[in-house]
């Protein structure tokens, strides 16, 4: 198990680093087919292996630094020991979901997969499907955990209750259809279903960095 410098400088750190990620990643357009987001990858192969590598480490450090403060509050006679086992186990999947989903990504920067007959366009739409499916993952990970966080109160109440609603809306978006409500194309209940799912990443991504920095200081006091 994890100390808890480790397991808070993993959830800080981690996060900082998908931050970064946004700057370095190839830009590419919601309308775009997976065929012409394919090719931008391919045509931009060092900043989309740059920003993929950079992405693995941050989401691995992450979401093992949530597994790891999950399991930390495991233990006998503790309230909520179970749930959070269960947060760490769904932690870990979708840290592995999300690999897999890169690893996918990056295959396609090597020139022998379009050589040897490989479909650019069709190992870049499993990817996304795989990525998509992992916040399912994340969310419900996350809202055990603010579950846990509360009934432990190991952490800041008030911290634990917003962990767990985001948690679950992140869960909601990624089970409901959702899209861009911008895009002319998307329906009501998909535009609902995309703000649901930004507000639960936004949510996600802060709470995250402040459990990270909390589990930190922590650390130092103890």
Same mark, same amino acid.
């Given at each position: ?39 931008q ?19 691995l450090?992450t ?13 006998e ?7 959070? #086992?269960? /947060?760490? &186990? ?6 592995? =979901? $999300?690999?897999?989903?890169? @690893? +996918?990504?990056?295959? %396609? ?11 650019a366009?069709?190992a ?21 955990? #603010?579950? /846990?966080i &509360?009934?432990q109160?190991?952490?800041?109440l =008030? $911290?634990?209750?917003?962990t @767990? +609603?985001?948690?679950? %809306? ?15 194309s ?19 991504f ?17």
């Amino acid at each position: 198990m994890g100390s808890k410098m480790l397991t808070g400088s993993m959830m800080l750190g981690g996060m900082i680093l998908g931050f970064i990620t946004t700057f370095l990643e190839t830009s590419t357009s919601e309308t775009d087919s997976f065929a012409v987001a394919a090719q931008q990858l391919i045509d931009s192969s060092m900043q989309s292996a740059l920003s993929g590598t950079v992405f693995t480490i941050s989401i691995l450090a992450t979401l093992i630094g949530t597994a790891y403060l999950a399991r930390s509050m495991q233990g006998e006679n503790r309230p909520g020991s179970d749930i959070a #086992g269960l /947060a760490s &186990v769904l932690a870990f999947l979708a840290a592995a =979901i $999300l690999v897999v989903s890169s @690893g +996918l990504q990056m295959s %396609l920067l090597d020139t022998s997969y379009t050589e040897r007959g490989g479909d650019a366009a069709v190992a870049y739409a499993i990817s996304e499907g795989i990525a998509h499916s992992s916040f399912s993952f994340i969310g419900a990970s996350i809202l055990l955990l #603010g579950i /846990a966080i &509360v009934r432990q109160k190991n952490l800041n109440l =008030i $911290l634990g209750a917003f962990t @767990g +609603l985001f948690g679950l %809306l992140l869960l909601i978006g990624g089970v409901i259809p959702a899209g861009d409500p911008g895009l002319d194309s998307t329906t009501a209940i998909e535009a609902v279903g995309g703000i649901i799912w930004f507000i639960g990443f936004i949510g996600w991504f802060v709470t995250t960095m402040v459990i990270g920095g909390l589990t930190i200081k922590q650390a130092r006091v103890t």
